[in-house]
């Protein structure tokens, strides 16, 4: 039985039209922040589509120790607050540690489980326990079917508000690969499915000190996954990808944001009818 998943006045899930998460990777400033998030949740509410902003406090896993992180939790859950309040908008953000799950949920409509650590026990059962909803993305080292294992550690503490990412798998060195199988596998345990575009276009280490991308291929995959039953997409967006300070390499630009968000809602809507 599908497990539909309330997250404010949203209503997520199988037979629920596609909703959308995307923000800037980093905070990069409150500025900023509010800016993209004014921005995106406008074209969000014109087009009708159910939308989440995210934005990280800090990139715990960067790959240089010069590249930039973020301004850290109490000041990044902050903006986040005024992102919430201002543009009554749900908001997502990434957790490291078990003790940041009951700071981050205390702001936050919906906790991320970042890819790389999705098997980190505590942090799982501390993020199931803070009462908010949680966004366990797949490890790139893990099978789709190996990630029922994070669900039931959340699961294990009564809340079932759960959402499973596929971000792509490790394909040698420097790339990933999206296997649309999974989609349906994750989609079998009845929770929301999320397709994260941005991070499946990674390449890690791709560009030395940091990560590369393949943002061309940005529409190619998000069709792929809406035709394959996904129930949500992840993106990140910025209105300057070159000057970005965290993933520019793969990131939407902003104003591409709003048609390919209208193309991708008519085909889910297409999609739903079969």
């Known amino acids: 039985m599908p497990n539909l998943v309330r997250i404010g006045k949203l209503i997520l899930g199988r037979q629920r039209p596609l909703f959308i998460i995307a923000g800037p990777c980093v905070i990069e400033s409150e500025r900023h922040t509010l800016k993209m998030a004014e921005r995106l949740s406008a074209i969000a509410h014109d087009l009708r589509v159910p939308y989440i902003f995210k934005a990280s406090y800090d990139k715990a896993n960067r790959t240089s120790l010069n590249s930039f992180r973020g301004p850290g939790l109490g000041r ?10 201002e ?90 690969v999206v296997d649309m199988r999974g989609l349906k596998v994750m989609g079998e345990w009845g929770y929301p499915v999320i397709l994260d575009l941005t991070h499946s276009l990674q390449l890690p280490g791709g560009a030395g000190n940091r990560s590369g991308g393949q943002p061309e291929f940005i529409e190619t995959l998000a069709r792929a996954g809406v035709a394959a039953g996904a129930d949500g997409l992840f993106m990140e967006v910025h209105d300057n990808p070159a000057r970005a300070l965290s993933d520019g390499a793969n990131a939407l630009p902003l104003r591409k944001f709003k048609p390919l968000i209208t193309r991708l809602r008519d085909l889910s809507e297409f999609v739903r009818k079969m």
Do not use: M
Request: aromatic share 8%; hydrophobic share 40%; charged share 20%.
């Open 76 to 85: 990044g859950l902050e903006i986040l607050r005024r992102v919430k309040d």
């Open 87 to 176: 543009f009554r908008t749900p908001v997502l953000t990434d957790i490291h540690e078990a003790s940041q799950a009951d700071p981050a949920a205390a702001v936050c409509d919906v906790i991320q489980i970042p890819a790389f650590l999705s098997r980190q026990t505590d942090l799982l059962l501390a993020a199931g326990r803070s009462g908010a909803a949680v966004n366990i993305k797949k490890g790139q080292f893990l099978s789709p079917w190996d990630l029922r294992y994070a669900v039931e550690k959340v699961a294990s503490t009564g809340n079932h508000r759960i959402l499973v990412t596929e971000r792509g798998s490790s394909f040698g060195y420097n790339n990933l």
